[in-house]
Nanobody
């Protein structure tokens, strides 16, 4: 069982930056692949970024590639999403998720078993 709590969301102007954090409970955090997903009003949840259990590989959605970076610190039981050059279309609730044990950087929503409650990111134009 893994419990996840996100933080770091907020209101930012277009072109600005935010860093999201996801703190995990449980001694087995380091064995899980981790991902970030987002859901905008009226839209389905979509993949943003993922990182393998070891941190050795990452994957980013085309819409955020070059602007967002996922990372993890297994010693701190945390995963991060650095978001730069934010755009109004990045506005959404961002959630972190724990996925397959000893998995790679998986971009498929159904592969993730544990979810945080989400944090709101709003980008004004």
């Amino acid at each position: 069982q893994v419990q996840l709590v996100e933080s770091g969301g907020g209101l930012v102007q277009a072109g600005g930056s935010l860093r999201l954090s996801c703190a995990a409970s449980g001694r087995t955090f380091s064995s899980y692949a981790m991902g970030w997903f987002r859901q905008a009003p009226g839209k389905e949840r979509e993949f943003v970024a993922a990182i393998s259990w070891s941190g050795g590989s990452t994957r980013h959605a085309d819409s955020v590639k070059g602007r967002f970076t996922i990372s993890r610190d297994n010693a701190k039981n945390s995963v991060y999403l650095q978001m730069n050059r934010l755009k109004p279309e990045d506005t959404a609730v961002y959630s972190c998720a724990a996925g397959p044990k000893y998995g790679g950087a998986v971009g498929v929503l159904r592969e993730y078993d544990y979810w945080g409650q989400g944090t709101q990111v709003t980008v004004s134009s």
